[in-house]
């Protein structure tokens, strides 16, 4: 399935070496973008996690154990699996900055795009989003909120970019050339250790562009030809390693 | 009997009111699988066991086993109609009921199955024309149409309601235009059938389920049509002898029998060969491409190599030798659990393929999730189990389904 070519590339850059694994992110995600509370969070399948921070190790024993924690938003693939399959087409990838976006009022809630994505990326309103009472004045205003049965996902908190594009519009900057800093998604807005960073993979003068250069510089999964747009380093060469799978003989990409 | 006006002349059914009892027993399922379903459309998908990995589950696997299990009737009907073996005339009309209860059941499933059912017309209305899920929405609601109107006429000639000399017109004239039925639905059921195989072949994320194929069409695509045309003809003879066993009469002559059981055997010896062929360059091929193993795919007992094994050699090479010896053939036992096999096989793979491959952890640091149906896939699954049996048993009945019926039992 054919989709626009944009000039401008949204994409992340997560340092492991930096994650703590704190869950800040998670916590800033679940805010901004009016997840409601699961009825019984103990079946953390069912959970709604845009973002999702898992817990890798080397698999070896003390005092070698080693471990590093990973934060998952949607990688917004450059050739999304999710895209091709949707029968409904309430999945795009149209928009400048090469966000997958997700139609709720389009999505009949057939699931086809969770078994399409290899990332887990992709979660399902299984029940009616039900906030107690006084907490849906935390909503965030411009984000909607999803009904029961349909499938939903990490925007790359798209209202944000929205907001900085109105925002370039009233200072008389042209909204299609965002400086730096002018969209930050919530996750990366709350890591305390600067491990996150977000901006345009194509501008040289953003810094993410320097950092998915780098030769730790790797992504999720690159063998299933996803191209995805969130970029992981790491130093450690066992972490790197885990980014795909590999043949015992393989090397790891970039050794 | 009340209704003895209504059953086909020259044959004997049962008293009615062991009718009755039988279908009370029928309806206890139903109204199981009805409470299942209010619970699920009123209280949304939470209340099954689906969860974030396993978006598809028992429903689907359903589906599209009873899907392939069903095509039997296209096939048969294309066999009958177009290549004019006039030999399965004896057996065509069961072949329909089968394929209509089949099909009708796995779209009330889809029902159920899909999170906003209200807005199922958007397949039409909103068609992704890359997805092999629309034109799986499309075919199968299209094809289950021509099962419709190709049940219709059986219905139409009900002793009684073929008195009227419309109904009785209808049907006649529905009979001559029933081989351009019989095209339509083997074409669309080609189709469907190869994209329900290609929903998994293409899914590039998926390493389990993924393949390479021909110009748009991955392996599944033609695996699927393959595996379905050959174990819906002896998934039609299992249903024939689950009646014969029920009703106590010959329904079906042998010869007929063993016909349909070389069909089946010969498509299925077709099937498992390039089965086994598309295993052998996925395991060396695909996966080491992916820098996957073989061993990779499987885990535990629930996604053991026992399956693949059980699919391949225990329910396709033994039955597909079984069917294709005539010998074999004429012990009617050896056929039927030849054919129970067979089924089974075809089975086993639409599970492997939904289930198995969402299961397998593709995040090297991720884990192998295991995935249980709770009571209400179980109930609304045998809903339409109990369903089939109603509408078979009504059929059987009042229809003449089984044309060589009076003669065999005489």
Redesign the interface.
């Known amino acids: 399935m054919e989709h626009k070519e944009s000039n401008i590339k949204w994409g992340m850059v997560i340092d492991l070496d930096k994650c703590t694994g704190c869950g800040a992110c998670m916590v800033a995600c679940e805010a901004e973008n009016n997840i409601a509370p699961t009825p019984d969070s103990s079946n953390k399948l069912r959970t709604l996690s845009w973002l999702l921070v898992y817990e890798m190790n080397n698999g070896k024993a003390y005092p070698e154990h080693d471990v590093a924690y990973l934060p998952r938003p949607c990688m917004q693939c450059g050739n999304p699996s999710c895209l091709h399959v949707c029968p409904v087409v309430a999945i795009d990838k149209n928009e400048e900055g090469g966000i997958v976006s997700q139609v709720y009022p389009r999505c009949i809630g057939c699931r086809y795009c969770m078994a399409a994505c290899p990332y887990h990326a992709r979660y399902f309103n299984w029940f009616d989003p039900i906030w107690p009472e006084g907490m849906e004045k935390t909503l965030t205003p411009n984000v909607s909120v999803r009904p029961r049965g349909v499938a939903e996902k990490c925007t790359f908190c798209h209202h944000k970019f929205a907001e900085a594009k109105e925002r370039a519009r009233a200072e008389g900057r042209d909204p299609s050339h965002l400086e730096e800093g002018d969209y930050i998604p919530a996750c990366v807005a709350a890591c305390p250790n600067g491990a996150m960073h977000f901006g345009d993979l194509n501008n040289p003068k953003h810094k993410v562009y320097e950092l998915s250069h780098k030769p730790e510089a790797f992504r999720l999964l690159e063998r299933l030809g996803t191209d995805p747009q969130v970029y992981y380093s790491s130093k450690r060469e066992w972490v790197r390693r885990q980014g795909d799978n590999y043949l015992t003989n393989e090397k790891t990409k970039g050794e | 009997m009340i209704d003895k006006a209504w059953i086909p002349e020259g044959v004997q059914r049962c008293s009615i009111g062991k009718f009755l009892l039988w279908l009370t027993f029928i309806g206890v399922f139903i109204a199981w699988g009805l409470y299942g379903a209010f619970v699920v459309l009123s209280?949304?998908?939470?209340t099954t066991g689906?969860?974030?990995?396993?978006?598809?589950g028992l429903w689907i696997t359903f589906d599209l086993a009873v899907i392939a299990l069903g095509a039997g009737a296209f096939f048969t009907g294309f066999l009958r109609y177009i290549l004019r073996i006039d030999q399965l005339k004896n057996i065509i009309n069961l072949t329909v009921l089968v394929g209509f209860l089949c099909y009708s059941g796995a779209m009330i499933v889809l029902v159920l199955?899909?999170?906003?059912p209200l807005?199922?017309w958007?397949?039409y209305w909103?068609?992704?024309v890359?997805?092999?899920?629309?034109e799986?929405?499309f075919c199968i609601t299209c094809y289950c149409t021509v099962l419709v109107i190709e049940y219709v006429p059986l219905i139409l000639e009900n002793r009684m309601i073929n008195k009227n000399r419309f109904c009785h017109h209808l049907a006649h004239n529905f009979h001559i235009y029933m081989p351009l039925f019989a095209g339509i639905g083997t074409f669309l059921s080609f189709f469907h059938q190869g994209s329900l195989g290609g929903?998994y072949g293409?899914?590039?994320?998926?390493?389990y389920a993924f393949r390479e194929g021909f110009f748009i069409w991955p392996w599944t695509f033609f695996l699927f049509i393959a595996s379905a045309i050959a174990s819906g003809p002896s998934f039609t003879l299992l249903v024939n002898k689950l009646m014969e066993a029920l009703s106590g009469k010959k329904l079906v002559d042998d010869f007929t029998k063993e016909l349909m059981a070389k069909i089946s055997g010969m498509l299925l010896c077709f099937y498992i060969f390039w089965k086994i062929m598309d295993t052998w360059a996925w395991a060396n091929g695909m996966l080491?491409?992916?820098?996957?193993?073989f061993d990779?795919m499987f885990y535990g007992l629930a996604y053991g190599k026992w399956l693949l094994w059980t699919e391949l050699g225990i329910c396709g090479v033994v039955p597909a030798i079984m069917l294709i010896i005539p010998a074999v053939r004429k012990i009617h036992g050896l056929m039927y659990i030849a054919a129970f096999l067979n089924c089974s096989g075809i089975v086993i793979n639409r599970f492997v393929q939904t289930v198995q491959?969402?299961a397998h952890p593709?995040?090297?640091?991720?884990a192998w999730?295991t995935y249980a149906p709770n009571w209400a896939e179980w109930s609304t699954s045998l809903m339409i189990v109990a369903y089939g049996f109603l509408v078979m048993s009504l059929s059987y009945r009042y229809l003449p389904v089984f044309p060589k019926e009076k003669e065999l039992n005489s």
């Open positions: 209280q949304g998908i939470g689906l969860d974030n990995y396993f978006g598809f199955d899909i999170g906003q807005r199922c958007f397949g909103h068609p992704n890359h997805s092999m899920l629309t799986v929405i929903m293409v899914l590039f994320g998926r390493p080491p491409k992916e820098g996957l193993t990779q491959t969402s593709v995040l090297p640091f991720d999730q």
